[in-house]
């Protein structure tokens, strides 16, 4: 009597690409998301490395609103300094303004979201208070704050990060009010485990994609009302940023006489939200399994 031996191969089959590899593989095939993360890398790099790309703008020069030139790529502002410069400074600004700003919001809306999640007694009156958040008009509470406190990075960022934690918690919110009615989350209970212990090893690696996302668009927005507060005379004046070029430029009134001096700082503005937008987007779409083609 002869015993049958299955090969190897054929008796324990080889694992699949894992989900995050499935992801990454219908994220790199979409051109858009390719473009968008080669932008948001170029934008990382001009902050990392401003000092090696440009030398920081200050004092004043001859050469009064010149226009963009093989001197200088992007033109002068009315002190004479370098415009491709100051985008370049204004670069490191506003993303440190961006990162910060972001990961305090989502912190504090993925905190707010995913107790109110798990402990259902409360979730009630957490509820409420980020809707009337949500209510309030932002803007004008934004000027207002950052007024009374001062210009300054400091209250740019936590101005910033205040009044954006809302949205990021009824996002998350959403998401782990479906996670915490899946059988693991109970099992995790039945076993002993306490309820932080759930909500940190169980609770949030699962709305994980949504926080990704709520990152980068938190980001981006914060770049965008940074710039706005700055352009409306709020930002910090002693640092280069977007909004400042721009603030500069109207208080000059060199808008409607030197094009280039709104033209590039606002040309940066839209190439970030719009390379963080196309990213969320991509991402999105590659994480979904009925958009992706595996």
């Known amino acids: 009597m002869t015993t049958a031996v299955t090969p190897l191969a054929e008796a324990v089959p080889e694992a699949g690409p894992t989900s995050g590899m499935r992801t990454w593989r219908a994220f790199r095939r979409n051109p858009l998301a390719i473009i968008a993360m080669t932008l948001m890398t170029m934008f990382i790099a001009v902050a990392i490395f401003a000092p090696l790309v440009a030398a920081y703008p200050t004092g004043s020069s001859p050469a009064i609103l010149a226009a963009p030139s093989a001197a200088h790529w992007f033109g002068t502002d009315n002190l004479g300094l370098d415009i491709f410069a100051e985008v370049v400074w204004g670069t490191r600004n506003s993303l440190i303004v961006g990162a910060a700003a972001s990961a305090l919001s989502v912190f504090i809306g993925v905190m707010v ?152 700082p606002s040309l940066a503005i839209l190439l970030l939200v719009m390379s963080a937008t196309l990213i969320s987007i991509a991402y999105n779409d590659a994480r979904d399994p009925h958009t992706r083609n595996d």
């Open 113 to 264: 979201a995913v107790t109110g999640a798990y402990f259902r007694r409360i979730d009630s009156v957490i509820g409420m208070f980020v809707d009337v958040c949500l209510s309030l008009p932002v803007l004008p509470l934004m000027i207002l704050v950052a007024a009374l406190a001062g210009p300054s990075l400091e209250t740019t960022v936590f101005v910033i990060a205040f009044f954006s934690w809302p949205a990021v918690s009824r996002v998350v919110r959403s998401q782990a009010l479906a996670v915490i009615q899946l059988p693991y989350i109970d099992a995790a209970r039945v076993v002993g485990d306490s309820n932080w212990r759930v909500i940190r090893k169980h609770l949030i690696p699962a709305v994980s994609p949504v926080i990704a996302v709520s990152v980068v668009l938190t980001a981006s927005n914060a770049v965008l009302v940074a710039a706005g507060l700055s352009f409306l005379g709020l930002g910090d004046p002693s640092e280069w940023s977007w909004g400042q070029i721009l603030y500069n430029s109207e208080q000059a009134g060199a808008l409607q006489s030197a094009w280039w001096t709104a033209l590039f």
